[in-house]
């Protein structure tokens, strides 16, 4: 799981949220469920269409250009993205998300928050981890990263209205510890270059990403 902050700024934040809310098709979310999760899924989706469409192409570039997104997921495509917004007494069951979407392999999903915490209450992304259950409520314009093997749901809201879109990356290297490897070695390469600039060390960390990288990614 990691968190990925500021996102979007202020001014991409309203955009998005205008796609969805002003004068967007709002439909029933359970129309893009699976069969197993269609029962418990609560919310509002925008249709399909030209605001959608938008939406996308602005959520993936601001993703494409955070400086943490690539490293850590070793992002070969964005699935699939939807826009949601739940309403008081919406809410979105335990589930977990299909592994395949369209015909490619679903490794990470992600929530990207477009409304504050403090402007609606429950509606936590509840995230059920070995070991663990995580609820994650994170500021407009931050968005979380998990598996999609991960049993996850949405608490209810119970008052105001949670704006989100969510999405699904298929990662070029499938095993999550190869990533978190991979993301390390890059971590600490970039590291090496502030402190010390170019180096032998640095060249050495680089060359191990590289050859591992070329061992573990399916392309």
């Known amino acids: 799981m990691f968190q990925l902050q500021k996102v979007l700024n202020a001014d991409e934040i309203q955009t998005l949220r205008s796609l969805i809310l002003d004068g967007g098709q709002l439909e029933d979310g359970a129309r893009t469920a699976g069969w197993a999760a269609r029962p418990v899924k609560h919310n509002e989706q925008l249709a399909r269409g030209a605001r959608l469409d938008t939406l996308r192409s602005q959520v993936r570039r601001c993703l494409d250009r955070h400086p943490m997104f690539q490293p850590y997921t070793q992002a070969r495509s964005i699935t699939r993205i939807l826009a949601s917004r739940y309403t008081q007494g919406m809410k979105y069951g335990q589930h977990v998300d299909d592994a395949l979407m369209a015909g490619r392999r679903s490794d990470l999903s992600f929530t990207l928050f477009l409304s504050e915490p403090d402007t609606y209450e429950g509606g936590e992304l509840i995230l059920d981890l070995p070991g663990e259950t995580l609820g994650i409520k994170l500021p407009a314009g931050d968005a979380i990263i998990y598996p999609t093997g991960a049993l996850h749901q949405v608490s209810e809201v119970t008052a105001g ?12 290297v499938r095993r999550a510890d190869h990533r978190e490897i991979l993301f390390d070695l890059d971590q600490t390469a970039k590291g090496l270059f502030s402190q010390h600039g170019k180096s032998r060390e640095l060249d050495t960390v680089l060359k191990t990403k590289s050859n591992l990288l070329r061992l573990w990614a399916d392309d």
């Open 161 to 172: 209205e949670r704006i989100c879109a969510v999405g699904w990356v298929r990662s070029l």
